[in-house]
C-alpha cells in the first residue's frame, strides 16, 4: 500500500527567504513521486515529478525537490519564495499499477509574508 | 496537454436531493479519469477512477456512485446527498495506463450540502 506524510500542515516564510516543505513516503512498489500545488479555489497544477533517474528533480516556478531513497523522502524546496507562491502544496505518490491512482497527503500550506 | 472540464463550479444543495457533477476531457483518449474530495482542511481523497468505459472503480464506501458513459466523460452522481457529502469535487485524468503519467486536474466543484 502507499502513502505520504506531509509533517507540517502549515508553514509560515518570508518573503525572498528558502523554504522547504518535508514530505515523506511509503510504498511496497516503484515509486513515482509529485508535487502539486492548489492555489485558491483551483485545481491542482503538477509542480514536478520523479519517476527514475537523477534524484534531484527540477519543476515550475523555481522548486525543486529531492527523492532519497533510504530516507523515503521527496522534499520539496525554494531558495527564495514570492508572495505569488502562498498556497497549498500537496505531495503524492503513485500506486504504480496500471490504474495510475495518485495518493496523497493531507498537504501543507505556504504563506509568504512580505 | 489535455484539458479537464468540470461543472458545475458551486452549487448548495439540500439534504436528500440528488447530485450530479460532470467531467469531460479534451487533448487525448482513452484517458484514466478519477473523482477525488477534499474536505475543508484536509487532503484529497480518491473517490472512484475509471480506465475505460463502464469501468469503475471504488476506492471508498460512501453516498456517491461514478458512471463513465462516453470515453471522456465522467460523471459524479448521488440519490440522496447527506451533510457529509459537502466538499471540494475535483475530476482529473491522465493518458494512458503508464505508472507516473502526469495526471491533470479540473478546476473543481464546491458542495455544500444544507
Known amino acids: 500500500a502507499q502513502s505520504v506524510t506531509q509533517l507540517d500542515s502549515q508553514v509560515p516564510v518570508f518573503e525572498e527567504a528558502p523554504v522547504e516543505l518535508r514530505c515523506n513516503y511509503s510504498?511496497?512498489?516503484?515509486?513515482?513521486l509529485f508535487w502539486y500545488v492548489q492555489y485558491p479555489n483551483q485545481g491542482l497544477q503538477l509542480l514536478l515529478k520523479?519517476?527514475?533517474?537523477?534524484?534531484l528533480v527540477k519543476g515550475i516556478n523555481g522548486f525543486e525537490a529531492e527523492f532519497n531513497k533510504s530516507q523515503t523522502s521527496f522534499h520539496l524546496r525554494k531558495p527564495s519564495v514570492h508572495i505569488s507562491d502562498t498556497a497549498e502544496y500537496f505531495c503524492?505518490?503513485?500506486?504504480?499499477?496500471?490504474?495510475?491512482?495518485?495518493?496523497f497527503g493531507t498537504g501543507t500550506r505556504l504563506t509568504v509574508i512580505p | 496537454s489535455q484539458t479537464i472540464h468540470q461543472w458545475p463550479a458551486t452549487l448548495v444543495q439540500p439534504v436528500g436531493s440528488p447530485l450530479s457533477l460532470e467531467c469531460t476531457v479534451e487533448?487525448?483518449?482513452?484517458?484514466?479519469l478519477y473523482w477525488y474530495r477534499q474536505a475543508a482542511g484536509r487532503g484529497l481523497q480518491l473517490l472512484f477512477y475509471?480506465?475505460?468505459?463502464?469501468?469503475i472503480s471504488s476506492e471508498v464506501p460512501q453516498n456517491l456512485s461514478a458512471s463513465r458513459p462516453q470515453d471522456r466523460q465522467f460523471i459524479l452522481s448521488s440519490k440522496k446527498l447527506l451533510l457529509s457529502d459537502s466538499g471540494f469535487y475535483l475530476c482529473?485524468?491522465?493518458?494512458?495506463?503508464?505508472?507516473?503519467?502526469?495526471?491533470?486536474f479540473g478546476e473543481g466543484s464546491w458542495l455544500t450540502v444544507v
Open positions: 503524492a505518490v503513485s500506486d504504480g499499477t496500471g490504474a495510475n491512482t495518485l495518493f
Open positions: 510504498s511496497s512498489v516503484s515509486v513515482y
Open positions: 520523479y519517476l527514475s533517474g537523477s534524484t
Open positions: 487533448g487525448t483518449s482513452n484517458p484514466n
Open positions: 475509471s480506465v475505460g468505459i463502464g469501468q
Open positions: 482529473a485524468g491522465a493518458t494512458g495506463i503508464t505508472s507516473g503519467n502526469t495526471i491533470y
